[in-house]
C-alpha cells in the first residue's frame, strides 16, 4: 500500500525567507502532485511532476522529483505572506487512479 | 469555464438519518472522484469512476456509503444511516481523459456535520 509522508506537518517563518517541505513515498509512482488549500477552500493545483529529475517554478515555488530516492520537494523561495496555507503532495499509484495524499504542511509567514 | 461545483456547500444531519451530496463535474472531464477530509484522518479517496466502466470502491469505509454517476456527469454520494465520525468535508474532483498528465481538479467541497 502506497503511503505518503510530508515534514514538516507546520512550518512558521518569517517573510523573506527560503525553505523546503519534503515528500516522501513509499512504493513505485508514476506522478506528484502538489495542492494548496486556503482556509476553508478547496484544493488548488500547482504541479504535476511526471518523470525523474522534473522541476517546475511558479514564481516563488518549484517543485521537483526524485524517484529513486521517491522524494519530493516544495522549495519556497523569499516567502511573501499571501503564501501562506496548507500544502499537500499527492502520489499516484501505479496500476489505478486514486491519488494517496501526504498529512499536509501549515504554511505560517510572519511578517 | 465552470469548475467542479458540489452541494449543498454544508450539511447538518442527526445521527441515523440518510444523506446525498451532489457533485457536478467538469464538463467533459470523463473521470470523477471522490474525497473525504477530516481532522484525524486527512485526506481520503473514497470512490472513482471514469467513463463506462465499473468505479473504482476500494476507498468506501463501509456499506453505508455508496455512489453512482449518471449520463457519465454528475455524481451523487449516499451515507446513509449517518455516524458522528462521518462529519467531515467530501470533496469531488474530476480530470479530463486518461492521459498520464491529468491533473485532478477539486471542487469547494461539502462540509458534513452529523450531530
Known amino acids: 500500500e502506497l503511503k505518503v509522508e510530508q515534514n514538516p506537518l507546520f512550518l512558521s517563518m518569517q517573510e523573506g525567507k527560503n525553505y523546503t517541505i519534503y515528500c516522501n513515498y513509499s512504493?513505485?509512482?508514476?506522478?506528484l502532485y502538489w495542492y494548496r488549500q486556503d482556509p476553508g477552500k478547496s484544493l488548488e493545483s500547482l504541479f504535476v511532476l511526471l518523470s525523474n529529475g522534473a522541476v517546475k517554478q511558479e514564481g516563488r515555488l518549484m517543485a521537483s522529483l526524485d524517484t529513486k530516492a521517491r522524494l519530493s520537494t516544495l522549495h519556497i523561495t523569499a516567502a511573501v505572506h499571501d503564501l501562506s496555507a496548507t500544502y499537500f503532495c499527492a502520489s499516484h499509484n501505479f496500476g489505478n487512479e486514486k491519488l494517496t495524499f501526504g498529512t499536509g504542511t501549515r504554511l505560517t509567514i510572519i511578517p | 469555464g465552470a469548475g467542479v461545483s458540489q452541494s449543498p456547500s454544508n450539511k447538518v444531519t442527526e445521527k441515523g438519518k440518510d444523506v446525498e451530496l451532489r457533485c457536478d463535474p467538469i464538463?467533459?472531464?470523463?473521470?470523477l472522484y471522490w474525497y473525504r477530509q477530516s481532522l484525524g484522518q486527512g485526506l481520503e479517496f473514497l470512490i472513482y469512476f471514469q467513463g463506462n466502466s465499473a468505479p473504482d470502491k476500494s476507498g468506501l469505509p463501509s456499506d453505508r456509503f455508496s455512489a453512482e454517476r449518471t449520463g457519465g456527469s454528475v455524481s451523487t454520494l449516499t451515507i446513509q444511516r449517518t455516524q458522528q465520525e462521518d462529519s467531515a468535508v467530501y470533496l469531488c474532483a474530476s480530470r479530463q481523459g486518461q492521459g498520464v498528465w491529468g491533473t485532478q481538479y477539486f471542487g469547494p467541497g461539502t462540509r458534513l456535520t452529523v450531530l
Open positions: 464538463s467533459g472531464h470523463t473521470a
Open positions: 512504493t513505485t509512482s508514476d506522478r
